[in-house]
């Protein structure tokens, strides 16, 4: 599996080796060993998968608070997403800054989201599946978000705000400014 850091500590993209033959491929998308050998810890309790039927779908930016934090394993297994993490670790030096990457079935690759970053993602493809390993359970009381367009954040997404397919929880939620200091950056990547 090759791992690559991005331009925020802790934020990692993978690529899983894919053997294919006359028949189709295999693909070992999970491996918590060469996980730790690559720096990324955790204990995966849940998966979850989404479904999008229209490109341009936003869903997010998304976090649980402790003691309910998740760290995230994404990936798509039909279609492709713009796929968003921002820095919400208070005394970080990228606080409120992101990290973008596009993650699709015909790359297949995968991002790894740490605890202490909201996350979200917009639909490049219509009928898009993402499927994500989450390091603890779903906890409604824990679960919060930022304004997936907040001005101060500066995301580029790659569609027409206008446009955007969202829930109406996603649109209402706080810009950064409003957000309180759930995570406390430790220095660690």
């Known amino acids: 599996m090759d791992v690559t850091s991005l331009a925020i500590a802790g934020v990692r993209l993978l690529k899983p080796a894919?053997?294919?033959?006359?028949?189709g491929f295999f693909s070992e998308t999970y491996n918590k060993q060469a996980l730790a050998e690559a720096g990324i810890e955790g204990d995966f309790v849940q998966d979850n998968q989404s479904f999008s039927a229209e490109?341009?779908?936003?869903r997010g930016l998304h976090f649980q608070v402790p003691p309910h934090a998740q760290a995230k394993l994404l990936r798509v297994v039909r279609g492709a997403v713009f796929d968003v993490a921002v820095d919400l670790?208070?005394?970080?030096p990228d606080y409120g800054k992101h990290v973008s990457a596009v993650i699709s079935a015909?790359?297949?690759?995968?991002?790894y989201v740490p605890i202490g970053f909201a996350?979200?993602?917009?639909?490049?493809e219509p009928d898009t599946e993402v499927i994500y390993k989450v390091t603890d359970y779903y906890a409604p009381?824990?679960?919060q978000g930022v304004l997936w367009n907040d001005p101060d954040l500066g995301i580029d997404w790659?569609?027409?705000?206008?446009k955007a397919v969202l829930s109406d929880r996603d649109r209402r939620f706080p810009p950064l400014s409003?957000?309180?200091?759930?995570?406390?950056?430790?220095g660690k990547a």
């Open 106 to 111: 015909a790359d297949w690759n995968q991002i």
């Open 55 to 58: 490109a341009g779908t936003v």
């Open 89 to 92: 670790r208070s005394g970080s």
């Open 18 to 23: 894919k053997h294919g033959d006359h028949r």
């Open 178 to 186: 409003d957000l309180s200091k759930n995570f406390v950056y430790g």
């Open 158 to 162: 790659p569609l027409d705000p206008a």
């Open 119 to 124: 996350h979200g993602f917009c639909t490049l």
């Open 141 to 143: 009381a824990a679960e």
